[in-house]
């Protein structure tokens, strides 16, 4: 879930402090775990990860929850649980994590899915990115009402350590990128998966980055310009800019003649320049029609000029301004 620097809301701080809203609105008392904020290096934890409605604990709703369990510092169990919540999941939501309304309909609900992570998480301290803002204050307005939380948050640590280069900001998937990591983000367990690892990586002070080395994988975007507009079920933009670069293109933030592709997803913004097209589409519009050499394309078809297939081969190369 998009989560990072966040601040804690007003319903989050109550929760630190004990305190919840009844159904009239005021402020009462329940009882709410007691958080440690650790420090300590850890060995023996579970890494836990939230995919949610919105950021709001009190508003929205949890929608995916998984767990890895580490052990001596060993991966030996993990949990990953779709959750059925009350509302429609929102459009960016669905696109963001690929996480759909069909895939939740026979989801357990979310006091069945909490129980039974209580029942996994065994008292292990929790770690995560960002969970003390934002998945730990979810989890206790869900259910989650252990007597008491030892937690090490991630993000925290990372901003207590000092990187050998600077970083742009440190949020768990610069962090992945920093890392060579290769996995996806905004699903919950991949995000566990990453996290494991990252934690690792911070707790050991091992704080080399890691580049792919290019002779492992194939320069078949070398030299060709990309811009990305729209979501991707499922894939983050950052991604796929991540896979253009490890594949020798260059993704730069706007459309111009000199661009090779607009890699074009579905366009649910409410900003939008005309109500239906980015500008980065109306741009490649433009451009086309003076005679610019920019080609809009699919996902796919982004995928099959990674592969190799030549660029004339595309089923989808253009789209012409009476469309915009």
């Avoid at 309909?105 to 998480?121: M, S, T």
Wanted: glycine share 8%.
């Amino acid at each position: 879930m998009v989560k990072e620097g966040l601040r804690l809301n007003t319903a989050a701080r109550n929760i630190w402090l004990g305190q919840s809203h009844d159904a009239s609105g005021t402020i009462g008392s329940n009882r709410c775990p007691i958080i440690h904020k650790l420090q300590k290096k850890l060995y023996d934890f579970v890494a836990f990860d939230i995919e949610t409605t919105g950021l709001s604990p009190h508003r929205n709703e949890i929608i995916q929850l998984s767990a890895i369990k580490v052990k001596k510092d060993e991966v030996v169990d993990q949990f990953d649980s779709y959750v059925h919540p009350s509302e429609f999941i929102p459009t960016n939501i669905v696109y963001l994590t690929g996480i759909s309304n069909e895939t939740v309909k026979d989801a357990p609900n979310v006091e069945i899915v909490i129980n039974n992570f209580k029942l996994f998480f065994e008292g292990l301290p929790l770690v995560g990115h960002n969970i003390i803002t934002f998945d730990l204050p979810f989890l206790i307005a869900n259910g989650f009402d252990v007597p008491s939380i030892d937690a090490l948050d991630t993000c925290r640590l990372a901003r207590g350590k000092r990187f050998p280069i600077e970083m742009d900001n440190l949020k768990l998937p610069t962090l992945k990128r920093y890392f060579g990591i290769q996995n996806t983000s905004h699903n919950s367990l991949a995000d566990c998966e990453t996290n494991v690892i990252v934690y690792r990586k911070l707790r050991d002070d091992d704080l080399r980055p890691v580049t792919l080395e290019k002779a492992s994988v194939s320069q078949s975007l070398s030299g060709l310009r990309f811009s990305i507009t729209g979501e991707f079920m499922g894939i983050p933009r950052e991604d796929i800019a991540d896979a253009i670069r490890a594949h020798g293109g260059r993704v730069t933030g706007s459309v111009s003649k000199a661009t090779d592709y607009l890699v074009d997803g579905k366009q649910i913004a409410s900003t939008l320049t005309d109500g239906s097209h980015s500008k980065k589409e109306i741009d490649a519009a433009k451009i086309q029609a003076t005679g610019g050499k920019v080609k809009v394309i699919s996902l796919n078809d982004l995928k099959s000029i990674a592969s190799g297939r030549r660029p004339d081969k595309l089923l989808k190369t253009n789209f012409s301004c009476g469309e915009i």
